[in-house]
């Protein structure tokens, strides 16, 4: 497809976003280019980054806790491009069903969760302790058990 194609130098659109992460797991540091515009249209949390203006967007991005790995198969994931999930152990897809739900991509979601329920269980609160509980109450009185959650999802 031509978005795929975007990503790819050749094609003609020079990138205009780099993002540079440190990956404990290899030990160096990397690049990634990438263009603003395909990343806004797909989260909406690109756009706020890269186009709101109480954010002052630079040319480079240090992206943190997450691997490299992870980052560049969101990035292909936006890019259309395809991901071989099958070869993918539970680590390397916790980390990005972490990075579909912070940037808000319901469909990488839904890919990985998808795996990870088929073959592995991924934990969907990335072991957060829950910190608040609910209970529901009709009519004066407690319905059911209390709910847990987490109060940054309110």
Not at 65 to 87: R, S
Not at 104 to 115: A, F, M, Q, R, Y
Request: one cysteine or more.
């Amino acid at each position: 497809s031509n978005l795929s194609k975007a990503q790819e130098e050749s094609f003609g659109i020079p990138n205009d976003i780099c993002f540079k992460l440190s990956d404990v797991e290899k030990g160096c540091d990397f690049e990634i280019p990438a263009h603003r515009y395909y990343l806004s249209r797909a989260s909406p949390v690109f756009k706020a980054l890269l186009f709101n203006s109480w954010y002052e967007t630079k040319d480079v991005i240090q992206i943190d806790g997450t691997t490299y790995n992870a980052f560049q198969i969101m990035l292909d994931y936006i890019y259309n491009k395809k991901i071989d999930i099958m070869k993918m152990n539970s680590s390397q897809l916790h980390e990005i069903e972490k990075l579909a739900v912070w940037y808000h991509l319901p469909g990488l979601k839904e890919l990985v969760s998808k795996k990870g329920k088929n073959n592995i269980g991924l934990d969907p609160t990335f072991g957060i302790p829950k910190d608040v509980t609910f209970t529901i109450i009709e009519n004066g009185k407690a319905v059911g058990k209390g709910i847990d959650a987490h109060k940054c999802h309110l």
